[in-house]
């Protein structure tokens, strides 16, 4: 062999192998990065699974749109990540979230679940509450306590329930099962604008999209809308130029009734018993101005003085002074 001929042939072959290595490189990432994440297009038993999706008792916040059912338990992170990450985007266009919520199964006899959660878990299946359900996701699993909760465990109706979801939830993923779907929760299913039921098992945020590829959702949640402004109060009209102030309310009126005023003579029943005690005093003693006044005379009136309350009358003894001050 020539050697130009050798070198020839050593290039081809180190080339074969550069392209070998970099097609099996690029085939890794297509399956790695894209295909694994891509949902399945469930062929076989499709309508055995729509009718059982049908009648799950799915709690879901009543939009109008297009569903979509995630089947989920309590503490799947993954599931809470995607019901807080994607649920708002899929609002956006009216999107009806289905939750299929369960309770897992014990293992080698021991629980997987608590008391709560299987008693929560038998009042949403009963009476299929969004906002209860909100409620308890919202709510670490150790401070979840609702008042008025019935447990499930004693209780032959509830604890029938909770052991219906196990069942459920195994019938549905065996059927997921025969149509390449392995992975675990959240398994989401729902159907495409061509009406093809779909299924993935979303457990990573790389499958996020095909989801929302298929609702036609944004990749980015809305913003909440601002909550409205309080009311303001009424202005006060200014008052026009040289216009007087408005008066100020009048004082209340006392409750206590006005006292008439003390009189300076004395009662007409006092009186008359002092003209029949003293006859001649009764009449009054004739004054000039040049008289002057006997010691014996009244004193001078004082300068009135504002009304005072009047006082009980007694009765004016003989030798009393009369209530004039002039004394017998």
Known sequence: MQPHHYRFAVGSIIGLLIGAVIAGGLFWAYEYFWARFQPKILTKDAAQIQR???????????????????????????????????FPKLAAVNVDTRVLVFVRPDEAGESLSSPSERSTVAELWINRNWDFYAKWTATPEGDWAPQGLRPADGDWARAAVVNATHLYVEKLTSLLHENGLNGSDPILIWRDQK??????????????????????????????????PAPAAPPVPAAAPGSAPPAAAPAPASSQAPSAPASSSPAPAARSAQASAHPAASAPASRTPSAPASSASAPSSPAPSAPAPAAAQKPVAQGAGSADGTFY
């Open 52 to 86: 059982l999706l049908d009648e799950g008792d799915w709690i879901s916040p009543g939009r109008s749109g297009r569903a979509l059912y995630m089947v989920a338990y309590r503490d799947c992170d993954a599931c809470l990540a995607y019901q807080r990450q994607e």
């Open 195 to 228: 009406g093809r039921l779909k299924a993935c098992a979303c457990t990573d945020r790389l499958s996020y999209h095909f989801v929302r590829s298929d609702f036609g959702a944004p990749a980015n949640a809305p913003p909440a809308p601002p909550a409205p």
